[in-house]
C-alpha cells in the first residue's frame, strides 16, 4: 500500500516562500509519476505541478510558472516543491499525488493520494 505524507505547509506574508515535501513509503515510487494539487476553500481542485519519473521533466499551472518548483529524490522517497513569491491567491490545501501513469497524474486521476497541508498567505 502506497502512502504519501505532505508536510511543511503553514502561515506566510505575501511574496514569502514555504516549501513543502511530501514522502512516500517503500521505495516501489521510483515507478511513478508525481505530482502536486491544490483545492482552496468553495473551489475546485486543481494541479499546480507534476514530474516524470524517468527524465525529470515538469509541467506547471500557468498561475505558479516561475515562482514555483517541483523536484524529486527518488532515493529519499521525497518530492518537494518550492514555493516563492508567495500571493494570497495561492492559499489552499496542497496534496501530493502519485500514479504509474502520466496521463492519469495530468488529469487529477492518480491512485494515490496525500491527506493534504494547509497554505495561507495572508498579511
Known amino acids: 500500500q502506497v502512502q504519501l505524507v505532505e508536510s511543511g505547509g503553514g502561515l506566510v506574508q505575501p511574496g514569502g516562500s514555504l516549501r513543502l515535501s511530501c514522502t512516500y513509503s517503500?521505495?516501489?515510487?521510483?515507478?511513478?509519476?508525481l505530482g502536486w494539487f491544490r483545492q482552496a476553500p468553495g473551489k475546485e481542485r486543481e494541479g499546480v505541478s507534476c514530474?516524470?519519473?524517468?527524465?525529470?521533466?515538469?509541467q506547471y499551472a500557468d498561475s505558479v510558472k516561475c515562482r514555483f518548483t517541483i523536484s524529486r529524490d527518488n532515493a529519499k522517497n521525497t518530492v518537494s516543491l518550492q514555493m516563492d513569491v508567495l500571493k494570497p491567491e495561492d492559499t489552499a490545501d496542497y496534496y501530493c499525488?502519485?500514479?504509474?501513469?502520466?496521463?492519469?497524474?495530468?488529469?487529477?486521476?492518480?491512485?494515490?493520494w496525500g491527506q493534504g497541508t494547509q497554505v495561507t498567505v495572508s498579511s
Open positions: 499525488a502519485a500514479d504509474r501513469s502520466y496521463q492519469h497524474i495530468l488529469a487529477g486521476r492518480a491512485d494515490y
Open positions: 514530474i516524470k519519473n524517468r527524465d525529470n521533466s515538469t
Open positions: 517503500e521505495f516501489s515510487l521510483v515507478d511513478y509519476q
